[in-house]
């Protein structure tokens, strides 16, 4: 049964790139080459798979994160760094730049995103306190700093941003930590 809902939600991925939320079970039992009523036998309904393809992903990028911090190789800024911009392997092409219309659309779903976007900062938030003992990371409340980081995440999720600015999330994600940690501007060293 594990197999078979982890398949499943494989294929809801497939088909979300393809279609975005507008898929149908058609879509998604032609993807899988399987029969509507064997998914419905595991999920109820398209919104009940939704939330289960949420939780699917941030628990990915959970396992992504203990890889990270299991990797002896990395410096504990790179790990920060790694952390903060987590996207599980083979994720990083999912099209999120979709997920900004699921607050209307979606209301169930789009608080699961914020929920799970809000949690979960246990290791990051250890990392960053680590990088403050070792004077690696600047006196800033770490608070905050989380506070902002999920503000700009949330913002991908409840505007067209990515998409007005045709950006991956993978790619925003990448500049937000960018700016969160090293600002804006150029080092006078390096202009």
């Known amino acids: 049964m594990e197999e078979q809902r982890i398949r499943i939600l494989e294929g809801v991925i497939k088909a979300f790139n393809a279609k975005g939320l507008k898929f149908t079970m058609d879509d998604l039992a032609a993807v899988l080459g399987m029969s509507k009523k064997t998914i419905y036998k595991i999920y109820r309904d398209k919104e009940e798979m939704f939330i289960a393809m949420v939780d699917y992903i941030f628990d990915k990028i959970k396992d992504s994160e203990q890889l990270i911090l299991a990797d002896e190789g990395l410096s504990l800024e790179k790990k920060i760094v790694m952390t903060l911009g ?82 991956s999330y993978s790619e925003a994600l990448e500049q937000v930590v960018g700016i969160l940690l090293n600002g804006v501007f150029i080092p006078e060293s390096e202009r």
């Open 86 to 167: 987590v996207m599980p392997e083979g994720y990083s092409e999912i099209d999120f730049r979709q997920l900004y219309s699921l607050r209307d659309k979606y209301p169930q779903i789009y608080n699961r995103v914020e929920e799970r976007l809000e949690n979960g900062w246990e290791t990051t938030l250890g990392l960053l306190e680590e990088g403050q003992r070792q004077g690696i990371v600047r006196d800033v409340n770490l608070q905050l700093l989380k506070m902002m980081m999920e503000s700009s995440l949330e913002q991908f999720f409840q505007r067209d941003i990515l998409v007005r600015n045709n950006l």
